[in-house]
Nanobody
Framework: QAQFVESGGGLVQPGGSLRLSCATSSSIISRVTMAWYRQTPGSERELIASITTTGLTTIYGSVKGRFSISTDNAKNKVYLQMNSLKPEDTAVYYC??????????WGQGTQVTVSS
């Protein structure tokens, strides 16, 4: 059974917005820091946002000021709000824990393509 199911990706024009969702289990989201990552072909998976169990968020790298992360523990979901999208944001986006990626298998991810 997949522990992370990402959705919400798609094709969007530069400057547009998307909200990604990640469905997971209560046993994970309630206990560990969750995170969003992205990966482009030939590149390492990149950490872009994290949120602790107390709601403290950190945004990393080039997406600072444009992306935000949140959780809905009642729905066992993690969200990534992406605004002011750029072509270089094109990637497959994944969620997982921040510190236990060797423990929890990666999901299929969701493709985000930013293009006019």
């Amino acid at each position: 059974q997949a522990q992370f199911v990402e959705s919400g990706g798609g094709l969007v024009q530069p400057g547009g917005s998307l909200r990604l969702s990640c469905a997971t289990s209560s046993s994970i989201i309630s206990r560990v820091t969750m995170a969003w990552y992205r990966q482009t072909p030939g590149s390492e998976r990149e950490l872009i946002a994290s949120i602790t169990t107390t709601g403290l968020t950190t945004i990393y790298g080039s997406v600072k000021g444009r992306f935000s992360i949140s959780t809905d523990n009642a729905k066992n979901k993690v969200y990534l709000q992406m605004n002011s999208l750029k072509p270089e944001d094109t990637a497959v986006y994944y969620c997982n824990t921040q510190y236990y990626t060797h423990t929890y298998a990666w999901g299929q991810g969701t493709q985000v393509t930013v293009s006019s």
